[in-house]
């Protein structure tokens, strides 16, 4: 792989300006399926006068603005505005009920909120207890008082300039224990990262990016986002993942990056091949495990061989199969440039090839630590400064990286993780709970989905469907059990922990029953009979 590219030591450090005020402006950055088109002058201006509406706000840098809005052009224009504006931008996914969102309010402390129009109301309360002053709404269509709000400011703007150093945003991340916590991701961390990853994947202005992934997390906020801004590409900016609609528009496409479920579900659709992709040059996999069956019959069907990578919410990218040279399925590929990926056993050293330890991670991409917690940031670095990220893993004699498991019971559903803890204590606060555990199933369209079993109070009788039904207002939706079952006793070893393996493999019967049930996944059984778990006939 190439160099690192390193920042001039005249070059601004705020990212924006690696985004924006490279190509003429005149140039089309962002089209929607209706047909609007945004240039790089247009994203320029509202960005300015976004920006000028924070600081009319008293945002100052630093200052958090969290956005749960739906996908939009406006909502790049805000993110661009919150660079400009030198404040953390904190998105939030719109699946968040109420009480989590509640709970990002007031660990964050923002002073903006924007949130769709129709959850005004709501946001409105929780911004009321947590001394938020100000709150805006942007609708799917840019509509909202946002936009509106900002049609009278001034569409220039003195972009902020910062340190490296400086918070760029914070994007909360979960762990196997505690409340989720938001990782600080600093100016230095995205700009090193995206140019990066537009060298390793030659990114150029000559490329359109059939952008189909949400843009509340990592994968397509940044690794997507900033690909296609940072080389002056277009953007198909689709506002969800559609698979009938990207099978439609590909043939005007160069580069789609999904998660394994978006390419599970395009070979689902007959005319999907090689037509389809004629002017393709790259698909990109990541934030789930691309099942091995997936890569090869995406090859046989299109010709095309996705390239898969490996990244974290609080280390960027880290790893990626090579754009030129062998991409090997099961495999996250080699660690980028200016990157350091080693597999580390006891005491944090390093160990021999195709021997499996914990991934650690070091170099310009890696966060800045969880806001406001520097003790438990501090345990999550060893004394070198590697990243513990808690994955499993192996790299082979060519410096290959291999996922062998990820951090503790951690389930990935259709790309977004899932910790079964926070599952099991909602469940357990459930009346007539005594107990529960959460598993993840292999499922043919999200890759693995989520599964509880639920012990009852003696004496109290629990109806699953009942259970599915609580949940929902509490757990955003991706996070809910698809199927509940109620057993008397959970599995347990000799030191009394609760055998998840055990229970995968006593419920392995009746969920494969649950999943035939499914149209869609009757469907991907029927078109590719090969996909992802063996469901028996
Ligand atoms: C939706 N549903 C899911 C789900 N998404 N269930 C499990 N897992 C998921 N991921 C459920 C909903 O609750 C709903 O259930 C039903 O499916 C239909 O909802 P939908 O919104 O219409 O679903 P759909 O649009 O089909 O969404 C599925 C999806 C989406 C795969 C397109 O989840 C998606 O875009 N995922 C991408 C996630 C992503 O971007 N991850 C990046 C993380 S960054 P009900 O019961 O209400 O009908 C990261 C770092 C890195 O990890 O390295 O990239």
Same mark, same amino acid.
């Given at each position: ?11 601004? @450090? ?22 609007? /088109? ?55 996914? /719109? ?5 989590? /969102? ?9 002073? +903006?909120? +924007? ?80 140019? *990066? ?6 990114? $150029? ?10 843009? %509340? ?35 005007? @496409? ?5 998660? !394994?479920?978006?390419? *599970?579900?395009?070979? @689902? ?14 698909? $990109? ?16 069907? *299109? ?9 974290? /919410? ?7 199969? !090579? ?26 050293? #390093? ?14 991409? +890696? ?12 345990? %999550? ?56 555990? +959460? ?16 012990? #009852? ?49 006593? %419920? ?5 029953? %649950? ?23």
């Amino acid at each position: 792989m190439g160099v690192m590219p390193a920042r001039a030591a005249n070059s601004p @450090a705020n990212l924006y300006e690696h985004l924006i005020s490279r190509v003429a402006m005149d140039r089309v950055c962002m089209e929607t399926p209706s047909g609007q /088109t945004f240039s790089f002058g247009d994203a320029d201006e509202w960005s300015g006068r976004l920006a000028n509406l924070l600081i009319l706000c008293g945002v100052a840098p630093g200052d958090r603005v969290a956005a749960q809005i739906e996908k939009s052009p406006q909502a790049v224009f805000l993110y661009l505005a919150c660079l400009r504006a030198g404040a953390a931008y904190l998105p939030l996914n /719109t699946a968040y009920t109420l009480e989590e /969102t509640d709970y990002f309010l007031g660990d964050a402390r923002p002073k +903006v909120v +924007v949130c769709p129009p129709e959850r005004r109301e709501d946001i409105a309360g929780l911004c009321r207890g947590h001394d938020v002053p100000h709150l805006f709404t942007l609708g799917r269509e840019g509509d909202g008082d946002l936009i509106e709000k900002s049609r009278g400011m001034p569409a220039s703007f003195r972009t902020v300039q910062v340190s490296p150093q400086d918070l760029a945003a914070i994007l909360y991340s979960s762990g196997t224990t505690g409340k989720p916590k938001g990782a600080m991701l600093t100016h230095a961390n995205l700009l090193s990262n995206a140019q *990066t990853l537009v060298q390793a994947w030659a990114f $150029t202005r000559a490329d359109v990016l059939l952008h189909a992934l949400p843009i %509340f997390h990592v994968h397509g906020l940044f690794v997507a986002l900033h690909c296609a801004l940072m080389s002056g590409a277009r953007m198909i900016f689709l506002p969800r993942f559609d698979a009938a609609q990207v099978c439609t528009l590909l043939p005007r @496409a160069t580069v789609f990056m999904g998660v !394994p479920t978006y390419y *599970t579900r395009l070979l @689902a659709i007959e005319e999907f091949g090689r037509a389809k992709c004629r002017g393709m040059r790259l698909f $990109t996999s990541g934030s789930a495990p691309l099942l091995a069956d997936t890569f090869e019959q995406f090859r046989r069907r *299109t010709g095309h061989t996705i390239l898969e990578r490996y990244g974290l /919410t609080e280390t960027l990218m880290n790893t990626s199969n !090579p754009r030129e040279g062998e991409r090997l399925a099961g495999s996250v590929g080699l660690p980028l440039a200016g990157v350091e990926v080693r597999i580390a056993g006891q005491n944090d050293r #390093p160990l021999a090839a195709d021997t499996m330890g914990e991934i650690q991670v070091r170099g310009p991409n +890696v966060f800045a630590g969880y806001w406001h917690r520097p003790e438990m940031s501090a345990a %999550f670095f060893t004394a070198d400064g590697f990243f513990r990220t808690g994955d499993l893993g192996r790299m082979d004699g060519k410096g290959y990286a291999y996922i062998v498991g990820r951090a503790k019971d951690l389930i990935i559903s259709g790309g977004y993780n899932v910790y079964p803890k926070e599952v099991e204590d909602c469940i357990d606060r459930l009346e007539g709970v005594q107990e529960s555990a +959460v598993i993840g199933m292999p499922h043919p369209d999200f890759g693995e989905a989520v599964m509880a079993v639920v012990v #009852p109070r003696p004496g109290a009788s629990i109806d699953p469907e009942a259970i599915k039904l609580c949940l929902r207002g509490r757990l955003a939706n991706y996070k809910l059990p698809k199927l509940v079952v109620i057993s008397m006793e959970l599995p347990r070893n000799t030191m009394g922990k609760v055998q998840k393996n055990r229970l995968r493999e006593v %419920f392995l019967p009746k969920w494969t029953e %649950f999943v035939k049930s499914f149209e869609r996944v009757a469907i991907l059984h029927r078109v590719a009979p090969g996909f992802g778990p063996e469901l028996p006939s």
